[in-house]
Structures are given as structure tokens and as C-alpha cells.
């Protein structure tokens, strides 16, 4: 089975100020980790992934997210934060197992404030 | 290039009826997702389609069903609506999944909101 956490309903930060989205997650094997982002009235947008590799992954909009294995972590981070980047977002986890086939598991989300 | 598209934006219909909700998939990718999002119940993913074929389905009742033509465009119906059925649809796509293959992201839609009266 496969289950994603984010502990923040709610982060606020300033502009300009470093910005830190929290997910852990728990999957049999190795996961595939994914974040995305939701504007009001809108669709997900992909911001990026983790399959394998380097662990810190490098998205759209700046962002970037660091993959732990140890601490089953895959935390989004971006350096100075924007207005713009107030949104709804989204971690995502799915392992190589049949019953996640094609089966994005998403956490809860975490709502972004950023205040001029 | 021409994003994941989905019709009608909004529908609403009264308790009991049925709704068909359309997606048509990114130019090149044969694979599309439902997942339903529900005040309260967060994104939940309802079913996967590829190459025609229903290849996954999560914890939802057959009245949940659907289908992808020829074209991978692909239709949500549900049936015998209720109240609870209220959510904002989503439908992604994908490149072909396997089951060795399966780290392609899916890019989504805009939703259609159904609200059930």
C-alpha cells in the first residue's frame, strides 16, 4: 500500500523568504514522487518528479525538492518566495506495484500564503 | 501544444440522474486518469484507461464507469447520482504506462465541477 503525508495545512511566509512544503510518505519498494500545484479554479500543474538519481530534483517556477530516503521524505523548497506562488499543493507518491498501476496517491495538501 | 481538455466546465444535475463528463488527452499520450476531488476527501483516483482498455480502478461503485475511444478521448459516466457525487472531476494524461514503465507524470486538466442537487 502506498500513503503520502503532508503535516502543513497551512504555510505562511514572506517575500522574498526561503519557502519549505513537508511530505513523507510510505510505499512498498521504491517510490515515484511527484509535486503539483493548484490556482483557484484550476487544474494540477506538474511542477517535478523523482524516479531515481540525484536527489535533489529541479522543477518549473523555481522550485526544487530534495528525495530522503531514510527519512522517506521529499520535501518542495523554493530559495525566495513570490506572491505568485500562493497556491494549493500537492505531493504525490505511487510504487511499481499492480495495485498502484497508473494510481497517483495524493496527500491532503498544503496551502502556500505568501504576504508582500 | 494544446493541453488536457475537459467538458462541459460545470453540470449539475439532480439526484438520480446520470453524467458523462469528457476529457481529450495531450497529442501523443494514450494513457488517461480520472480522480475525483471532494470537499473534504482530497484527490482520489477513480480510473485509468490505456489504449481502450480500463487498466486500474480505485475504491468507488460500478456506477462509476467509463470509456476511451479509438482517439484516447475519453468519457466518465456516472450513474444514479448522489448528493455525495458532488466534486470537482479531473482527468489527466499521461505517455503509455507499463508496468516497467510507470514514471510518467500526468498532466491535468481544468476539472468539471458536477454538482448534484
Known amino acids: 500500500a502506498q500513503s503520502v503525508a503532508q503535516p502543513e495545512d497551512q504555510v505562511n511566509v514572506a517575500e522574498g523568504n526561503p519557502l519549505t512544503v513537508k511530505c513523507t510518505y510510505s510505499v512498498s519498494g521504491n517510490p515515484y514522487l511527484f509535486w503539483y500545484v493548484q490556482y483557484p479554479n484550476r487544474g494540477l500543474q506538474f511542477l517535478l ?64 500564503v505568501v504576504t508582500p | 501544444e494544446a493541453g488536457v481538455t475537459q467538458s462541459p466546465t460545470h453540470l449539475i444535475k439532480t439526484r438520480g440522474q446520470q453524467a458523462t463528463l469528457r476529457c481529450s488527452p495531450i497529442s501523443g499520450h494514450t494513457s488517461v486518469y480520472w480522480y475525483q476531488q471532494a470537499l473534504g476527501l482530497g484527490l482520489q483516483f477513480l480510473l485509468w484507461y490505456d489504449e481502450g482498455e480500463e487498466r486500474n480502478r480505485g475504491n468507488f461503485p460500478p456506477r462509476f464507469s467509463g470509456r476511451q475511444f479509438p482517439n484516447y478521448s475519453s468519457e466518465l459516466n456516472v450513474n444514479a447520482l448522489e448528493l455525495e457525487d458532488s466534486a470537482l472531476y479531473l482527468c489527466a494524461s499521461s505517455l503509455a504506462g507499463t508496468r516497467t514503465t510507470n514514471s510518467y507524470e500526468q498532466y491535468f486538466g481544468p476539472g468539471t465541477r458536477l454538482t448534484v442537487t
Open chain 1, 49 to 112: 518528479k523523482y524516479i531515481t538519481g540525484d536527489n535533489l530534483v529541479k522543477g518549473s517556477y523555481g522550485f526544487e525538492a530534495e528525495f530522503n530516503k531514510s527519512q522517506t521524505s521529499f520535501h518542495l523548497k523554493k530559495p525566495s518566495a513570490l506572491v505568485s506562488d500562493s497556491a494549493l499543493y500537492f505531493c504525490a507518491v505511487r510504487d511499481g506495484s499492480t495495485d498502484s498501476w497508473g494510481k497517483l496517491q495524493f496527500g491532503a495538501g498544503t496551502q502556500v
